[in-house]
């Protein structure tokens, strides 16, 4: 038996000892990707802000600057063209125009590139979105976000307690800063999967920082002589093993989708792997310290119904 | 102690496997290249149909490997993609217009598979090539044709009756009648009252003033009878596309959803579903000059109108009926071979034609085509502005009292009598749409997108089943058959139940869900090493692991699919696929990692007396 960690009730890892540290990290992290969100704004994708998207697959790596120019050429002066995946894929957006008749921009785009270059071009994507779709695609977006919270603060706090929901709630908000700032950061598009990225990250996220709080709750009911941070490190080092393996396998096919998912699924897994990181973060600091900063002891931890519970689960196995 | 499952658990567990499994099998066999015959409005598919389709294809030497009949479609499989597109050119040019010839993929799902509702994945549009058009629909548009026709109602009534009024107008929804005396105010209130459905009656004698106010429920039905009729119209039209499985559906209060797999011409296919147009019936005024209107003097209850293809013609502003009430038009030839377009009404447009027609025999009658075409203005809600343009496309002169089938002579070639023809029909379209959002995928992108979902999902499989078997040993290679079933079980689930599609999005739902999936089991490994640690015999540690570990796992994946609902209920297509995946993900997962790998390792393990190490 070979183990990541060893678990040692009288001598466990001092996470806590170093809190005023991760703190520090955390208000720096989320003010940088704060600033970053202020400064570069987000990169929003096609979903959000409406307009029209080709990709084309040539046969031949296509020229670039060739492109721009027969586009420029034919009124879509407008036109950003990028290569996508590899140099034969194209990929060319327009923004939104203000007129109503733009449901036909992409056909009228395909033909200006079939009929201006040699060679068979193979439409391999066309997508458009009016305005209005994309306002009430981000309205949406942004009412799941706060719905996802809302909900799992509610959850949380029936299930456990109140500080232990709202500093999981305060973990997963920072999650979703950290991770919209590296976007920011590195212009990466945020589109709808980014956005499904985002609430599987809250998912995931969650479910690490339930098995930490479910550790802390035990602990501190079991624990009877040690001092709210010793309990809170002690369950933080006999979760940790968990918490590391958890992490590393999603890690691992997260890595894999990155490399051979494609291109519409590589923002995806960046997020997604991104969030995996923060959150195991987020579940072994943030929120410990904040726990611990909101005052909490055993007498929080001590619901009537210890017993019963685990009469139910020897029915459930 | 000893850890043993009674019989019945073990049983049922194993049922739950294998009957996820027996669904999960269809997967297997692929698909045949098809192509799929139905009828259009006009044909039917019969037995006589299937023996012409035989027949065709024995003349142009393709032998199918299937041919099927059933729901009023007949499926003939074929070998390759060749002999597809080589079936269903012979069969267009064979069975003309009145059938849709569809290239599709026919599962090849075995008999006894397909008699329990046995059926592969369905594929979302990003895997399999498609288009998918979200349509708005101009309500305001509908609502503007039924104010003007209640407003001739009115008139129309309080003619017959010989009620005089001083005005009858739209003011809103409703309509506002002025009468000049309380004489003429308490006729025309006995012969309105009660007479329109969907309208209160408001008096107000003191100004002799009446006015009908149209009632919510019916602006309600209005709107769900402009939606249906459009996705009607649509089913009609995607007809003409010759597309094997579309989805055509509505969404939210005005919008309609149009799937269209393995459409690649998508300029063709918004040329067809986006053309919106309707029709009028008016009589023209004879009784005015047409020279005095075109020279701006247009008589009042009159307006002039252009001819397509030139020219001028003066039309009375009363309707005679609109285009919904269509409800075919066809050509045909009268008995010196001279084209004609047949047309007929629904009931109440019958009795509207013969009520107008009864005293106006010999009279013209004209044919309004009215098409919106999308401006560049938007309306203050926000929605898209129409123009309206409108064009004479037939004057005829009504040679008898017109019932529910009419037809319309001189109409010149067969070829203009087609056209006319097709009109009458694109003009029973109530209410325009406008595309408002559009994702097309290519074919060579969805089969790249079906390699790369499958080869993330082999490689992320196999690189944590390493990983398992490594860190975890025999138990680990117990979580790794519990991660096995769990796949062939979201798979068998996802075929099973009706609307789950798989998108690209929804597989990579499956290889998160295989990395999470494992977290159940490194919970509960990890709290049987700790028992160990502390000193328990390996079955009390077996036992207690599950026994703690159990409601934190229920607590974490109660709280992801929390998030799943929240995903499914706000996203749109491929989201939806990843939050059905996910969410279908968790509940299995959560079967096979705790009561799978208990019922293994208890058979395993849990019946053994002097256990005294584990391999975990």
Known sequence: ?317 | MLNRYPLWKNLVIMFVVLFAGLYALPNIYGEDYAVQISATRSGEVTLDTLGQVERTLERGGIQPIGVEYADGQILVRVDSDDEQLAAREMLVSELGINYVVALNLAPATPNWLDSIGGEPLKLGLDLRGGVHFLMEVDMEEALVKIRDQMVTSVRDRLRDERVRYRRVEESGNDVVIELRNAEDYQSAVSSLRNQYEGYDVRTDSSQNMITLEMTDQFLQDTRANAIDQNITILRNRVDELGVAEPVIQRQGQDRIVVELPGIQDTARAKEILGATATLEFRFQDTENDLQDAMAGRVPFGSRLYDMRGGGQVLLQNRIILTGDHIVDASVGYDESNRPQVNISLDSAGGRLMTQATRGNVGEPMATVFIEFIATDERTDEGTIDFERVEEVVSVATIQAVLGSNFRITGVGSAQEAQNLALLLRAGALIAPIQIVEERTVGPSLGAENVKAGLTAIVAGFVLVLLFMGIYYRKFGMVANLALLTNLVMIIGIMSLVPGATLTMPGMAGIVLTVGMAVDANVIIFERIREELIEGRSPQQAIARGYENAFSTIADANITTLITALILFAVGTGSIKGFAVTLAIGIVTSMFTAIAGTRAVINLAWGRQKRLTKLSI
């Open chain 1, 1 to 317: 038996m070979f183990q990541i960690t060893k678990i040692d009730e009288n001598n466990p890892l001092k996470f806590m000892s170093i809190n005023k540290w991760t703190t520090i990290l955390s208000v720096v992290l989320i003010l940088l990707s704060l600033g970053s969100l202020a400064v570069n704004k987000l990169n929003w994708g096609l979903d959000f802000t409406g307009g029209t998207l080709v990709e084309v697959g040539f046969e031949q790596p296509a020229d670039l600057a060739e492109l721009r120019t027969v586009l420029e050429g034919n009124e879509f002066g407008d036109a950003v063209v990028q290569n996508y995946g590899t140099q034969r894929d194209v990929l060319v957006r327009i923004p939104p125009r203000d007129d109503a008749a733009s449901d036909t921009i992409g056909n009228e785009l395909l033909e200006v590139l079939q009929s201006n270059i040699d060679g068979g071009i193979d439409v391999r994507r066309v997508e458009f979105v009016g305005p209005q779709v994309g306002e009430e695609l981000a309205e949406a977006g942004g009412l799941a976000m706060l719905v996802a919270l809302i909900c799992i603060l509610v959850y949380v706090s029936f299930r456990f307690e109140w500080r232990l929901a709202l500093s999981a709630v305060a973990g997963l908000a920072q999650d979703v800063i950290l991770i919209l700032g590296l976007f920011s950061l590195l212009q990466m598009q945020v589109d709808l999967t980014i956005l499904a990225a985002l609430l599987a990250v809250i998912g995931y996220s969650l479910n690490d920082s339930i098995v930490v709080a479910d550790r802390i709750r035990e602990n501190f009911r079991k624990l009877r002589k040690n001092t709210p941070e010793e309990v809170i490190d002690i369950s933080l080092s006999q979760t940790l093993s968990r918490t590391l393996v958890t992490s590393l396998t999603t890690l691992l096919v997260l890595l894999v989708l990155m490399f051979f998912g494609g291109q519409m699924i590589f923002g995806f897994a960046v997020a997604l792997s991104m969030g995996v990181i923060v959150g195991t973060y987020s579940s072994v600091f943030t929120r410990s310290t904040l726990v611990l900063a909101m005052g909490i002891s055993r007498d929080d931890l001590m619901p009537p119904e210890i017993e019963k519970e685990g009469e139910e689960q020897d029915n459930y196995l």
